[in-house]
């Protein structure tokens, strides 16, 4: 009985992960083929996996061609291009190099869905499972969780950000706590888990702390069910931590105090949490033998522990932005979309609030909605703490719909199987609109419609048209057309708009100066401030540069945001940003001709 209700399990997730699967590929497939990459990190996860096979050493996280001379350290981590590259490596031998580049576009993210879909179809039944709804809830999550499109768009082909591998091994977590009680073992694997979403990436850290302490608070209100798992999942964190400490960062920087990617503090965090779970699983029964004896080894353990990672490594109390300087937050920060706060949203465009948060919201009231009914049913308590940490990073910055999107998902599809039963056992016709409207609150598709519509009426018809030729032209500037047009170019280096130059390094050998990514301040503020200042300060700064062109393109927002917030008090439409996208140009400035390209390129004169 068992084995089949794997089985059926099983097909439940494939059908989810196929509907999901068709769906992306429909949507997105073509660009993969032509590796027109929506999103700069996906382009940049392509580069670096390129210099990795063409011989850059393991330890070497540097991308030269981003601000060169020195380069930029990146805070990726090298494991997940090594997944990539082996691949391509071994298809490249009989497909050729690109056409392997474009299977493992298509293989890799479509992989990870599958584990996606896994975990959370699982998770869905635990929660329909209280209501002796397993099935019913398994089939819920998996058609909920295709269309859980601020989610599932991270699987789509061409994804080779870290975001939709954060998003599994953090799901397969929950899974393992929600084991943990009846298989200690799960414990390992959470651990493991855990210690893998931190050396993968600073924003998995959130959801990692939260893993350790719903474990913790397990333990504490059930030691006696609790403790083997607990003591394993301190045993996986630790060993996972240090194998990626040891694997990803090079001897001659264990010591530095690195605060957005795998480093000492992470290590350190790793360590002393793991080294806290065993040490609380192993203290003597008679010792914890009350809730307040448990609650205060624990807390005096976790005081000790917390206190050690800030005296150790005080600067990254801040976050791993903490050193961007208040001109990279202000002439930088504010120009990246995902990294607009959930406040700042509500007033700047409320039916985007609606896309994004919606499915969200509806989650979190159908957890509320569980817990009452099932409040000492540990599995909704354990999904609710993941659920409230993604709502944290939603609130902070946009990107977290992510996260709190995929851990809404069970809790909405618990929501609609027991509306749909409700309607089974005694029909009529506001039973079968409550459940319509179940179902619809549940899908994060029917709230990017309501947003949609939303955004419609708010806005007027002139501002939207607008607004959609100026997305459209901007877009246009970051094809590969429009980066295989700057080929003709003798090889240099380039003063850029931050958004141009992921593409650039794709579909070039130029280098660049500018790029979406926080570690490379220099390079990024040298590009801005010669944009937004008078040609002559801008030549100044250019001829001070290592840049051989300018590169813009004028349908870009950049280059009305640089003249808008003109340096030194000169007027807007005097910026060199704002003549460059004129398509006029100062005499030190040299047109370079790219055909019809909607970039446009200048030399430098020196």
């Known amino acids: 009985m068992h084995l089949q209700r794997d089985q059926n399990s099983n097909r ?19 660009a993969a083929i032509n590796q027109d990459f929506s ?27 981003l601000n060169p001379p020195v380069g930029t350290p990146m805070h990726w981590a090298q494991w997940i291009d090594a ?57 819920a999550t998996a058609i909920i969780a295709a269309l859980a499109f601020p989610a599932t768009e991270k699987f789509a082909p061409g994804s080779f950000d870290h975001h939709n591998v954060i998003l599994v091994v953090v799901l397969a977590s929950v899974w393992g706590l929600l084991c943990m009680r009846e298989q200690p073992r799960a414990g390992l694997w959470v651990g493991v888990a855990l210690g893998l979403a931190i050396a993968t990436a600073a924003e998995a850290v959130p959801l990692v702390m939260a893993g350790i302490v719903i474990a913790g608070f397990l333990w504490l209100l059930h030691p006696q069910n609790y403790s083997a798992g607990f003591a394993r999942l301190g045993i996986g964190l630790s060993a996972m931590s240090f194998i990626a400490f040891v694997a990803l960062v090079p001897p001659a920087d264990w010591g530095a105090p690195v605060c957005d990617a795998m480093g000492a503090p992470f290590l350190g965090l790793g360590l002393i949490a793991g080294g806290i779970a065993m040490a609380l699983a192993c203290v003597p029964a008679r010792a914890i033998s009350t809730l307040w004896h448990r609650l205060g080894i624990a807390s005096a353990l976790g005081l000790v522990g917390g206190a050690a990672l800030i005296t150790l490594f005080p600067q990254c109390l801040g976050g791993g932005y903490s050193a961007l300087g208040d001109d990279m937050n202000t002439l930088w920060m504010a120009q990246i979309s995902e990294t607009r706060s959930l406040a700042a949203l509500l007033g700047d465009d409320p039916g985007m609030l609606l896309s994004i948060a919606g499915a969200a919201v509806a989650g979190l009231v159908a957890a509320v909605v569980y817990l009452r009914r099932h409040w000492r049913q540990p599995a909704g308590w354990i999904l609710l703490g993941f659920l409230l940490v993604g709502w944290l990073i939603l609130a ?53 419609s309501a947003g949609e519509a939303l955004r419609a009426r708010l806005t007027d018809y002139s501002v939207l048209k607008d607004y959609d030729f ?73 001829e001070a540069s290592p ?20 340096a030194e008090g000169v007027a807007a439409e005097q910026t060199l940003s704002a003549i460059l996208g004129r398509g006029e140009h100062p005499d030190w400035l040299a047109p370079v001709d790219l055909g019809a390209s909607p970039l446009s390129l200048y030399r430098v004169v020196r």
């Open 12 to 30: 439940v997730w494939l059908f989810g992960w196929a509907i999901a699967a068709i769906a992306l590929i429909f949507g997105a497939g073509m």
């Open 83 to 139: 997944m990539l590259a082996a691949p391509i490596a071994l298809l490249a031998l009989i497909v050729g190099q690109v056409n392997a580049e474009i299977a493992v576009a298509f293989a890799w993210p479509l992989v990870l869905l599958g584990g996606f879909m896994f975990f959370a179809v699982r998770i869905g039944g635990e929660l329909g499972a209280t209501e002796g709804l397993k099935r019913e809830a398994q089939w």
């Open 470 to 542: 100026r997305v459209a032209g901007s877009k246009a500037c970051t094809t590969p057309d429009a980066f295989r047009s700057l080929a003709s170019a003798p090889p240099g280096v380039m003063l850029n708009q931050f958004a141009l130059g992921a593409g650039v390094l794709v579909w070039t050998d130029h280098s660049v100066l500018s790029g979406p990514y926080h570690r490379n301040v220099n390079g990024t503020m040298t590009a801005i401030n010669a944009l937004r200042s008078s040609p002559e300060r801008g030549r100044a700064i250019v």
């Open 39 to 65: 999103e700069p990190d996906n382009a940049m996860r392509l580069v670096r996996v390129r210099d990795m096979l063409a011989g850059q050493e393991w330890f070497d996280n540097i991308q030269h061609r």
């Open 547 to 566: 840049a051989d062109y300018v590169l813009v393109c004028e349908a870009a927002s950049e280059t009305n945001f640089y003249a808008r917030n003109s």
């Open 396 to 448: 902070w910055q946009i990107r977290g719909t992510i996260f709190a999107t995929a851990f809404a998902i069970p809790f909405g599809a618990w929501a609609v199987v027991v509306a749909r039963r409700k309607y089974h056992v005694k029909a009529s016709a506001l039973r079968a609109l409550a459940f319509a409207g179940v179902a619809a609150g549940s899908a994060a598709a029917a709230w990017a």
